[in-house]
């Protein structure tokens, strides 16, 4: 089986560089699938932030002696499911343990929680918010024309790379990225009031 | 209710690009250094990967004041964390590089390995002259010099000491005499002569 290319590599090689900005861009990429996979395993919402969190930053300490055998998602993947088993066990021996245990040394201070903001994925608003962006998604993509939708699909759902998805529309390379940037473009105009990104500098 | 991004097209279609891994090197450098410096970018980029996610299934859709949350927490804690850097091959810019690259909290490791390297050869060669004393005090019949001895693989009567050969100590010996700097201390000959009298001694 031929392996793909990774989709991360570019991004993975700038994190080598020293460029911690491109870390960031992996994070927002991959933040939910992680996120999700972790709720699989442990239940508390606020642990599975936790366990999140640590996955992400162990992943950034190792990333240098990743080598591109897998693709970077796999990877962290693997992480992950390590990050929470480890949790788990934990938990199991000292079910005290709380968000303490993947603090690093320096955290110690009960009173100083820099950036953490109580958990909303579980607030009725929180899941309405998300009910609301998928049927938008949804909508939008139903309202693109099909060589803009068989384009997006065949990329973000298949995964195939722009040179597969160019041999089955029959078509230019530069013609699969227009028409993938193009449906991306549709779906994000109706998705942005939503996401309400003019506030100030949220990202 | 639609909204463009006010980010240059031209832009936002690398962007794109870059999600599916289809960027080249130069403008991926390029990009980035502009995202890092523009947060409508940053925000097209969460957009992008939403997107992806809610096209993979409709539970990965989340609202962006979560997604943020979690970012803003965890560059609180990538600010305590040392700059990554990994070698890069002299040639090449950014290509993979083809040995394991070294993380920076690794570089400790170096260090100890450093000494531990030497300390290693010297623990090893402490218990090879420990070995070879112990025999040479054991041994019922020292007639001389364990190194005298080495010459000489003739093994003691066999009516009274029995010889206790390991096939895999044997292997592993000649395996590494050329190594050794005193050839005879290395010799089989001279630490084979682990001896059992038969009375038990």
């Known amino acids: 089986m031929i392996q793909q290319p990774d989709a991360d590599a570019g991004l993975v090689e700038r994190v080598k560089l020293g460029d911690q900005k491109a870390f960031e861009m992996l994070v927002i990429k991959y933040q939910r699938r992680i996120e999700r996979l972790i709720g699989r395993m442990v239940r508390d919402t606020d642990l599975v932030q936790d366990i999140a969190q640590e996955t992400f930053i162990r992943a950034y300490r190792a990333l240098p002696q990743f080598r591109g055998d897998s693709a970077f998602y796999t990877w962290l993947y693997r992480i992950a499911v390590n990050t929470a088993k480890k949790a788990l066990m934990d938990l199991k021996r000292d079910p005290l343990i709380t968000e303490a245990a993947f603090a690093s040394s320096d955290d110690d201070d009960e009173t100083s929680r820099p950036g953490k903001e109580p958990t909303d994925t579980a607030t009725p608003e929180a899941l309405l918010a998300s009910k609301e962006i998928a049927a938008t998604v949804n909508a939008a993509i139903n309202a693109l024309s099909e060589d803009l939708r068989q384009a997006i699909t065949l990329r973000e759902i298949e995964g195939l790379s722009y040179e597969e998805i160019s041999d089955v529309m029959n078509c230019p390379i530069g013609t699969v990225r227009s028409r993938i940037f193009r449906a991306r473009e549709a779906i994000a105009v109706k998705l942005r009031p939503?996401?309400?990104?003019?506030?100030?500098?949220?990202? | 209710m639609s909204e463009?991004?006010?980010?240059?097209?031209?832009?936002?279609q690398d962007l794109s690009a870059l999600h599916d891994g289809e960027l080249d090197a130069a403008a991926l450098a390029a990009l980035t250094r502009e995202w890092a410096a523009e947060s409508e970018l940053r925000a097209d980029w969460h957009t992008y990967a939403l997107i992806g996610d809610v096209?993979?299934?409709?539970?990965?859709?989340?609202?962006?004041?979560?997604?943020?949350?979690?970012?803003?927490?965890?560059?609180?804690?990538?600010?305590?964390?040392?700059?990554?850097?990994?070698p890069m091959p002299a040639s090449k810019g950014i290509e993979l590089p083809a040995q394991p690259a070294v993380p920076m909290p690794a570089a400790v490791g170096d260090n100890q390995r450093r000494w531990f390297r030497p300390a290693a050869v010297g623990a090893a060669c402490m218990a090879v002259a420990g070995v070879a004393m112990v025999l040479r005090l054991g041994d019922p019949t020292p007639?001389?010099?364990?190194?005298?001895q080495a010459g000489t693989a003739t093994a003691p009567a066999a009516s009274s000491v029995q010889i206790v050969r390991n096939a895999e100590?044997?292997?592993y010996l000649s395996a590494h005499r050329q190594f050794a700097q005193g050839a005879a201390l290395a010799s089989p000959a001279a630490l084979r002569q682990v001896a059992v009298t038969p009375d038990g001694r």
């Open chain 1, 194 to 203: 939503l996401l309400d990104t003019r506030d100030g500098e949220r990202w």
């Open chain 2, 169 to 171: 100590l044997d292997r």
């Open chain 2, 4 to 12: 463009p991004s006010r980010t240059p097209e031209r832009l936002l």
């Open chain 2, 55 to 86: 096209l993979r299934s409709d539970d990965l859709a989340s609202p962006a004041d979560h997604d943020s949350a979690f970012l803003q927490r965890l560059r609180g804690r990538l600010a305590d964390e040392p700059v990554v850097f990994a």
């Open chain 2, 143 to 148: 007639t001389g010099d364990v190194m005298a």
